[in-house]
């Protein structure tokens, strides 16, 4: 089993930057992919960014040239980084992670326990 610890979370002003992290335990073969999606309340969860244990990044439109997703495989962290922060920004962060547990294995995927981001006009 894998476990997603976050952190980083909090309150900033429209424009502000903020930092989250998410770092990745347990019995695992190896992670393939490690990524952010987010929901607001009342909204469905949508992708933020992910990235590849190979450097492969995709942004979701509405947060790419803003957010910048980085990767330590060495430490099996995630990291985003969020500037130029809007209200609409606001929502809980979940951490993903697409894991096998063995070689020969399957991937499944994990979720953190969410982190909340609020953006204050």
């Known amino acids: 089993q894998v476990q997603l610890v976050e952190s980083g979370g909090g309150l900033v002003q429209a424009g502000g930057s903020l930092r989250i992290s998410c770092a990745a335990s347990?019995?695992?073969?190896?992670?393939?992919?490690m990524g952010w999606y987010r929901q607001a309340p009342g909204k469905q969860r949508e992708l933020v960014a992910t990235?590849?244990?190979?450097?492969?990044?995709n942004y979701a439109d509405s947060v790419k040239g803003r957010f910048t997703i980085s990767r330590d495989n060495a430490k099996n962290t995630v990291y985003l980084q969020m500037n130029s922060l809007k209200p609409e920004d606001t929502a809980v962060y979940y951490c993903?992670?697409?894991?096998?547990?063995?070689?020969?294995?399957?991937?499944?995927?994990?979720w953190g326990q969410g982190t909340q981001v609020t953006v204050s006009s």
């Open positions: 993903n992670a697409q894991s096998k547990t063995t070689s020969w294995g399957l991937p499944r995927n994990y």
């Open positions: 347990g019995s695992f073969f190896s992670i393939n992919v």
């Open positions: 990235i590849t244990s190979g450097g492969s990044i």
